[in-house]
């Protein structure tokens, strides 16, 4: 076929059924979404302004970048650049933390419910046996009821602030889970959410040398979902482990707007602080109508409805509001993330006249 039979065969742009980039983006900015535990705020004023002038230079890989950002987040995290590695967001060490730490013979153990998506394949397999321990009426999970479930697991998966409850861990409860847990096996301590809590990090638990994985993610506080970067932290034979199953470099631009994010001062603590406000705000609010929540330190929490979450979920749809459904064990409760204040307050208006439709 020649190049003029090709044209011809070519369909024609103007009869395209794809959604212009337009579109798209529409379809996250029209409605109130609080349904992924993303930051509202979206990249900080220096990051927007890096962010900007990567634009004509994202034919670049960066691949020198994560060098860069190792020294930095070294120095503020008191652990060596060597025990830091960068990965395309948070589920990629996830995975390969399953994968490496884990097998037929050595289960993974974790509160439940939890983010514990990682703990399968694309095609549903599970990399290795499972044990969930299912949280108390505090939200909690005991460590000694976590060992006793699995007394030989290669991996136990901590999530804290936990998703999707937002309750902590405390870190006393860490320290014993390494102290007795079986040789060989690996702590994982999932940090996505700790800056918006009062906890300290288990990172001085990786400088120490322990048997843990520390991970962190560029994707809630600092508000960098779309860019994808997040790190593990932890020994250079445990991080060597994790390396072996990344299989992409981050994105240059996530780089150097997380950077940026990193050497502002006061975005950490204006952010915790505004968070905090909102979710103070929203709890006072359905506590004057009698509602139970989680006592979350997160980004989000879960409350209790009294119906199958899911009737209120979709229910919300028809306000434009868009809030996450159930959880195993929270059948009639539903996870909501903390918008601005604004956005909160649609959700009340809406969420008011749903469970008074529901009633």
């Not at 705020?41 to 060098?67: D, H, M, N, Q």
């Not at 004057?288 to 997160?298: C, I, L, Q, V």
Request: proline share 8%.
């Amino acid at each position: 076929m020649n190049n003029a039979s090709l044209l011809a065969a070519a369909p024609s742009s103007s009869s395209s059924s794809f959604e212009t980039p337009e579109t798209l983006l529409n379809s996250i900015t029209d409605g109130v979404y609080i349904n992924y535990n993303e930051n509202p705020l979206g990249p900080c004023t220096k990051a927007r302004e890096v962010l900007a002038k990567t634009i004509p230079l994202s034919g670049r890989y960066g691949i020198g970048f994560g060098e860069s950002i190792a020294e930095i987040v070294s120095q503020q995290e008191h652990v060596p650049a060597d025990y830091l590695h960068f990965f395309a967001g948070s589920t990629v060490p996830l995975h390969a933390a399953a994968m490496a730490f884990s097998s037929k013979d050595r289960a993974i153990a974790y509160p439940f419910p939890t983010f514990d998506i990682f703990f399968k394949a694309p095609n549903g397999e599970m990399f290795a046996p499972l044990k969930p321990v299912p949280v108390n009426d505090k939200h909690q999970v005991s460590m000694a009821d976590l060992l006793a479930a699995a007394p030989n697991a290669g991996l136990y998966y901590i999530c804290n602030p936990n998703n999707p409850t937002g309750v902590v861990t405390p870190m006393r409860d860490i320290e014993w889970l390494l102290a007795h847990k079986p040789a060989g096996s690996v702590v994982l301590v999932d940090e996505a959410y700790i800056h918006y809590s009062e906890m300290p990090s288990a990172m001085s638990l990786v400088a120490q040398g322990k048997d843990v994985v520390v991970l962190r993610t560029f994707s809630k506080i600092y508000g960098l979902a779309g860019m994808r970067l997040g790190f593990a932290a932890a020994r250079p034979d445990l991080l060597a482990k994790l390396a072996f199953f990344d299989t992409n470099n981050p994105p240059m631009p996530a780089f150097a707007a997380a950077e940026a994010s990193l050497l502002d001062p006061k975005l950490l603590s204006e952010r915790k602080a505004y968070n905090k406000a909102v979710r103070d705000d929203i709890f006072a609010w359905l506590s004057k109508r009698g509602y139970k929540y989680t006592p979350s330190e997160a980004s989000f929490f879960m409350v209790h409805v009294g119906v199958p979450g899911q009737q209120v979920t979709d229910a919300l749809k028809k306000y434009k509001v868009f809030i996450s459904g159930t959880r195993p064990r929270y059948p009639d409760w539903v996870r909501v993330s903390i918008g601005t204040f604004a956005e909160m307050n649609v959700f009340k208006a809406a969420f008011e006249k749903v469970m008074a439709s529901l009633s």
